[in-house]
């Protein structure tokens, strides 16, 4: 009796250990049920941030670059608008009007193309020419022989064109000798001390003289460029 009330007593306690156990496996069954469900809810939290910081990125990159495009379109109309009416003076000024545009343009264009000047630098000289009197068969062979100096001695191409053209009517040289003059000037600026600027105003002082005295170009600019090497400028 005594061990039959002890054996029913550890029973119940045994019932009750397992009834325990049966509530704690459930409830840790709850728990651990979706281990990863924090780590996801938390993922998916982070990446929805990364999501609209990437939009706004995006929004703000976009707005910037089609802010950059627009101005730059703005500016490419504006040079095309400055191009066209240097281009359409310059034809003006030569007397071909609209029948000389497309010649010069495209002339402008290789200005633009064969040279670190711009179309509208080419242009603006173009039509610089023209004031000048330069005629549009002229400015086909001066203007890039010119532009070509310009380069070469890091000055503008109007200043280049005048220099080539006084130098041409001086020595009463056809237009397509333009090539040859610039690349004289050029060589003579490389192996003295002159620049263009000096030869230029040196040869406003002797080029008729020595035109008149039969005294090949090329020589006047060889004494020219000795000239600067003594300490003679100009």
Do not use: C, W
Not at 72 to 84: K, P, R, T
Not at 93 to 121: C, I, M, S
């Amino acid at each position: 009796t005594g061990a039959l009330k002890k054996f029913n007593n550890e029973l119940k306690n045994s019932e009750t250990a397992v009834q325990k156990l049966a509530r704690y496996k459930a409830e840790l069954g709850k728990n651990v049920k979706n281990p990863f469900k924090n780590v996801k809810s938390g993922a998916d939290s982070a990446s929805k941030s990364i999501d609209r910081m990437v939009k706004r990125i995006e929004t703000g990159f976009l707005y910037k670059v089609g802010s950059f495009l627009f101005q730059q379109g703005q500016q490419a109309f504006g040079d095309f608008s400055n191009i066209d009416f240097d281009v359409r003076a310059a034809s003006a000024k030569t007397g071909g009007f609209g029948k000389d545009y497309n010649e010069l343009f495209q002339l402008v264009n290789k200005v633009g193309r064969d040279t670190r000047f711009t179309n509208a630098d080419a242009a603006k000289a173009l039509n610089a020419g023209a004031t000048l009197g330069i005629k549009k068969e002229e400015l086909k062979e001066i203007l890039p022989a010119a532009a070509q100096l310009a380069q070469a001695f890091n000055t503008e191409i109007p200043f280049a064109m005048e220099t080539t053209k006084m130098h041409m009517n001086t020595y009463v040289l056809s237009q397509d000798k333009a090539t040859m003059v610039t690349d004289m000037l050029a060589a003579t600026a490389k192996n003295s001390a002159a620049d263009l600027e000096r030869l230029a105003t040196g040869f406003q002082y002797v080029g008729a003289q020595a035109k008149a005295l039969d005294i090949p170009l090329e020589q006047v600019y060889a004494v020219l460029g000795k000239m600067n090497d003594s300490g003679i400028m100009g």
